[in-house]
């Protein structure tokens, strides 16, 4: 049995339980054509897979990728089913995307790709079916394309069928920063458990685009020094650590964080080395592995990005005793922002950013007390906590519900 088969299976899911957990409710392909600028029509791919709706619609992103695959799908539908049960928002998970290269089209064309793949979906999406949010590569403007799109195919104004999108048509105040601010409440908790000083730790940051550079500037602004951050083209180090809004600026202009005044290059692999306190991975999957785990001096590890560490580099954080707060809680703040985009455009109201910020504190800190709770009485790790609550929640709901059809 695999190890997360023995961690279902110590929650005491029966083998059909598992075996319903283990496949997706629905998972369809669609092939759609689109006019190019050129005036020659040119067929797209998309995928969607609603992993489950036990818990309430499906929710999840979508994704433009020259090589997204189906299977990928999957396990990010599947992402999204625990994140959404952890951070108890009433959602399931889902996860789409379209297999194309948008840097490869114009403005216009990516309208038609939306448009035409929303089109083709149509019918199985909706504000109580599944609901869309950005994810790589498409944006609040994709969200308001696809909220257009849905909205003409309805014959009404449907703001609840996506999320994501810009704050005039029905968008959430603080949605950008949300996911960091959720990574830093979590970082917060962890901290007091481990009986560490926030004001004046260090930090590193891998990855400065929306997750990374919001993280960096909340903390800066709760006295964390930030040390190293990265993107894809280097990192930058300064032990007397650099305002992060400066490095934004410097970025802006020249397209990267590297040559930062006052700081020194270093690569992305020796940011995750450095001696630092705490460690966001804020960038991609798999940076940290068997390879470089044992390198890392970090105190505490907040993973931003989905699944930027191995299993094999989680064993030897257990064994190192470091604190490691797992994605699917660390960074689910973006969808309980989303949960609350979803709220206001239902009942036609709008939050100011400051009220949709201390809702996300609350369901942060529950979540996080949730898991570290759980990890504690079953001694275990965080992602085990986390993974236990999640799946345990979503099998709750399947049980009380009955198995289907
Ligand atoms: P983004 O595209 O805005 O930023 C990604 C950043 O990572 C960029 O600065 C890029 O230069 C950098 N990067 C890429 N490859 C790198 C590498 N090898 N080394 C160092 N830096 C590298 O993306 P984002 O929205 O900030 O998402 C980052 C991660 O967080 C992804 O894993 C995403 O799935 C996850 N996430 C994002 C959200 C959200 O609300 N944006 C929510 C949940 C999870």
Redo the contacts with the bound molecule.
């Keep these: 049995m695999s190890e997360l088969g023995e961690l279902y299976a110590d929650l005491g899911l029966s083998g059909d339980e598992l075996d319903l957990l283990a496949m997706p409710r629905r998972s369809f392909t669609v092939h759609f054509p689109v006019r190019m600028d050129s005036g020659r029509t040119r067929m797209f791919i998309g995928h969607r897979i609603q992993y489950n709706d036990a818990r309430g619609p499906a929710k999840g992103?979508l994704r433009f990728h020259p090589e997204l695959t189906i299977d990928h799908v999957r396990d990010l539908a599947f992402l999204m089913v625990l994140?959404c049960a952890v951070v108890n928002i009433p959602f399931g998970g889902s996860k789409g995307g379209v297999v194309v290269n948008p840097k490869e089209l114009s403005r216009n064309e990516l309208e038609q790709v939306t448009r035409s793949y929303i089109r083709a979906i149509a019918e199985f999406i909706g504000p109580f079916k599944d609901i869309p949010a950005?994810?790589?590569?498409t944006d609040s403007q994709t969200m308001a394309w696809i909220m257009d799109t849905y909205s003409q195919y309805m014959g009404y104004r449907v703001p609840e069928v996506v999320t994501?999108k810009p704050i005039i048509v029905g968008g959430s105040e603080g949605?950008?920063e949300?996911?960091?601010l959720g990574v830093v409440f979590c970082i917060r908790e962890a901290a007091k458990k481990l009986g560490m000083k926030l004001k004046g730790s260090s930090v590193a940051v891998?990855?400065?685009?929306?997750?990374?550079?919001?993280a960096a500037d909340i903390l800066h602004h709760m006295g964390c020094k930030i040390v190293a951050v990265?993107?894809?083209?280097?990192?930058i180090f300064n032990l007397n650590g650099f305002n992060p809004r400066k490095v934004f600026e410097h970025k802006e202009k020249s397209g990267?964080?590297v040559g930062f005044s006052g700081s020194k290059d270093v690569s992305?692999q020796e940011?995750l080395e450095l001696n630092c306190d705490i460690l966001v991975p804020?960038?991609?999957?798999g940076?940290i592995t068997k390879a470089n785990a044992n390198e890392i001096k970090a105190k505490l590890i907040a993973e931003?990005?989905?699944?930027?560490t191995t299993p094999e580099a989680d064993r030897v954080f257990e064994e190192k005793d470091i604190f490691l707060i797992p994605?699917i809680l660390a960074?689910?703040?973006?969808?309980a922002?989303s949960y609350f985009e979803w709220v206001q455009n239902l009942t036609r109201e709008h939050w100011t950013a400051q009220e949709g910020n201390k809702k996300l504190e609350v369901k942060m800190v529950k979540a996080f007390n949730d898991c570290y709770d759980i990890s504690k009485k079953q001694k275990t790790n965080m992602r085990n906590g986390a993974l236990i609550l999640g799946v345990g929640r979503v099998a709750e709901a399947i049980r009380t519900l009955g198995f289907w059809p």
């Design positions: 992103g994140k950005p994810d790589v590569y994501g949605r950008s949300a996911t960091s891998q990855g400065f685009g929306n997750v990374g550079w919001n990265s993107d894809t083209k280097g990192g990267s964080v992305n940011l804020a960038a991609l999957e940076q931003g990005a989905n699944g930027p994605d960074n689910s703040g973006g969808v922002s």
